[in-house]
């Protein structure tokens, strides 16, 4: 239940009030005066329906096509605070890294930077492996004229962001054997990269990667972007001895949504900086992390930390009941649980009904959610729908199931 009031948006900005107040104190400066901020589901609902973008109540998980997650009030007041002062972005950068590395207990020499995103990690991560601290070769990149050229990666670890390795001009060279891996190495391999959530579809796995890039003194990269919770994994494989590990900092850690994590040894995080903004002429120019986004990081991987997981976990549980109990109670209906192993490793509740008696596609359940007031996004899946309640805010739950046992009932034969 603590959880629960923790996601209670609307006690923080009835108290952000008086700050908000004495800030912007003196002549309004918008024309229209502001709605109450304590309408709805908070401060948000007016800015999108000023721009006629209806918000979405989130049964899909930490997508960043919806948003990816909500950030905590702390946060929000973090990044509030970081947005009043000028700093040195590097050495705010450092200092960040430094404090999440103490933080996250990580091994001895490894530091953190914080990026734009996993994604942003990823490549910043690379480039600095390709570059090091040569400033010639961090302006030449993706030209690798120079530098090594080819990343070793098992064939089914392929996935959309290995687009973010190509991009620093690499070759990917694919293997599925470990003898591959002994052949594929040579004086133009730069790293070896390893796709967390993928563990289970390649023939060698997380641990034996790293062990493979160690016999042959290679750097090694694993993306474990969405593999929070557990918060565990957040130090597991830099233990493990990958030199490089990217999280998403707007997922499960629900830090800012424009930042990530990248640790690792901290010659190689230093790299990774120097490639990427504030400097210009630089491959990761692209890629800007703000002062709010470093200093909201710190904040919401403190307060992630620090939080009761267990605790969350029954809440998230308790929201799939609210939803299981009054849905199932239309005739025909059942629900199913499962946690997926890695990635939005969260309570995932399956919604299933007897087409016999109730006449809807899974397509058309999606669809008439979706087209509720407010929407709701729930997974299709072949027979019924799923979905996960980590995102819900409160109440949402309710709304949920209120809105479902409507459209099953209207489609009983
Ligand atoms: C979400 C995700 C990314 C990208 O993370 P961002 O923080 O959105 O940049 C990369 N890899 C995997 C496996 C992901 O799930």
Known sequence: MEAYKKWNRRSFLGGLGLMAGSVFSGPKLWGRPQ??????????RDVYEDLGVTTIINGQGTMTMLGGSLIPPEVEAAMDAASRHFVSIPELEVAAGKRIAEMLKLPEGYSALVTSGAAGAIQCGISGVLTGDDPTLIQR??????????????????????????????????????EDVRK?????????FFTNYLNGAGRIKVDEWVKLSMEHHLPCFNDAAADTPPVSHLWDYTKMGYDLVA?????????PQCAGLLLGQKDLISYALLNNSPYEDTLGRGQKVG?????????ALELYLNDDHEALTQEWWRRLDTISRQITRVPGVSTAYYIPAIANHVPTMEINWDPRRISLTPEQAFQLLKNSKPSILLEKTRIGLAMNSFMLQPGEDKIIAQRLTEILRAHRV
């Open 35 to 44: 709605k109450s901020v304590a309408s709805g589901r908070g401060l948000s």
């Open 141 to 178: 990149l993706p030209d690798l004229t120079g530098m090594k050229s080819e990343v070793i990666i098992q064939k089914s670890h392929r996935y959309p962001f290995d687009h973010q390795i190509r991009a620093t001009g690499v070759k990917l060279v694919e293997v599925e054997t470990r």
């Open 184 to 192: 594929a190495v040579g004086p133009q391999t730069a790293l070896m």
């Open 247 to 255: 999280f998403s900092g707007g997922k499960a850690i629900r830090g």
């Open 291 to 299: 002062k709010e986004e470093i200093v909201g990081m710190v904040k």
